[in-house]
């Protein structure tokens, strides 16, 4: 049973648009219907059912994707949940992601799924700070960046989780908020649903907006690089922006 999964696909299937672009970068996906959804290219998984026809679909049928074990599928599926996806009017914006965090990690124990470019700052100040990662190459145990298995045992009694929001992607999501109910926790990333309800979940929620579509699906199908955080200064007019909301 996945709740934050079936949660989302539900929520997409009750506001069914009509698709106009599917962009599958290497390392974004877009999906443009009411407004241009954007998730991690999750480049495990072989060719994505109806690939050529994927505008045929609605939102609703493409957000059934992200029950995909085949990952480029449910990258897919996320982008479509995300694109017919309306964030509270009192999102904040023009954050800094980077400093997300900060003001609550002095002296807690922090985990880190997935590692992000602000992990120094974090490691710093925090009294424990340990980075999860699935990436073979990142992994180094001296330096904190433990593998993704470790979670079992690492996250209890952590007073700080921040998550990527690519474990939606890769289903292990419910299990880590499980293993971190007790902790403060922030979902992150250029995937991350901006919806109300999921503060069920996370105490702070922080994503992207995309003002401008087509620029970002351009610059997506071009190779866009992917490092997040850093993506809305490579728009000059605010194309696109990170946005925060929190309990």
């Given at each position: 049973?996945?709740?934050?999964?079936?949660?989302l696909?539900?929520?997409?299937?009750?506001?069914?648009y009509?698709?106009?672009?599917?962009?599958?970068?290497i390392?974004?996906?877009?999906?443009?219907?009411?407004?241009?959804?954007?998730?991690?290219?999750?480049?495990?998984?072989?060719?994505?059912?109806n690939?050529?026809?994927?505008?045929?679909?609605?939102?609703?049928?493409?957000?059934?994707?992200?029950?995909?074990?085949?990952l480029?599928?449910?990258?897919?599926?996320?982008?479509?949940?995300?694109?017919?996806?309306?964030?509270?009017?009192?999102?904040?914006?023009?954050?800094?992601?980077?400093?997300?965090?900060?003001?609550?990690?002095?002296?807690?124990k922090?985990?880190?799924?997935?590692?992000?470019?602000?992990?120094?700052?974090?490691?710093?100040?925090?009294r424990?700070?340990?980075?999860?990662?699935?990436?073979?190459?990142?992994?180094n145990?001296?330096?904190?960046?433990?593998?993704?298995?470790?979670?079992?045992?690492?996250?209890?009694?952590?007073?700080?989780?921040?998550?990527?929001?690519?474990?939606?992607?890769?289903?292990?999501i419910?299990r880590?908020?499980?293993?971190g109910r007790?902790?403060?926790k922030?979902?992150?990333?250029?995937?991350?649903?901006?919806?109300?309800?999921?503060?069920?979940?996370?105490?702070?929620?922080?994503?992207v907006?995309?003002?401008?579509?087509?620029?970002?699906?351009?610059?997506?199908?071009?190779?866009?690089?992917?490092?997040?955080?850093?993506?809305?200064?490579?728009f000059?007019?605010?194309?696109?922006?990170?946005?925060?909301?929190?309990?």
């Open positions: 049973m996945q709740k934050i999964v079936d949660f696909i539900s929520y997409a299937k009750e506001r069914d009509k698709v106009e672009n599917v962009t599958v970068g390392n974004w996906t877009c999906v443009l219907s009411k407004h241009c959804g954007m998730a991690m290219t999750y480049k495990i998984g072989k060719e994505i059912k690939a050529g026809r994927l505008e045929e679909l609605t939102t609703g049928q493409l957000a059934e994707y992200l029950k995909s074990w085949n480029l599928e449910a990258s897919v599926g996320l982008a479509a949940i995300n694109s017919v996806t309306d964030p509270p009017v009192n999102a904040k914006s023009g954050i800094n992601p980077l400093d997300v965090g900060l003001e609550n990690a002095k002296g807690k922090v985990i880190m799924i997935g590692k992000f470019s602000h992990a120094e700052k974090l490691k710093k100040i925090a424990e700070f340990f980075v999860l990662e699935l990436d073979p190459n990142l992994i145990p001296e330096e904190g960046i433990l593998p993704a298995t470790a979670s079992e045992s690492v996250i209890e009694g952590a007073d700080m989780l921040i998550i990527t929001a690519s474990a939606i992607i890769n289903k292990s419910d880590l908020v499980e293993l007790k902790a403060y922030i979902l992150l990333g250029v995937s991350t649903p901006m919806i109300k309800d999921l503060l069920e979940y996370f105490d702070v929620l922080v994503g907006r995309v003002n401008n579509p087509y620029p970002v699906i351009k610059a997506v199908s071009q190779g866009l690089f992917p490092e997040g955080f850093k993506m809305a200064y490579k000059s007019n605010k194309e696109l922006e990170f946005i925060m909301i929190e309990r």
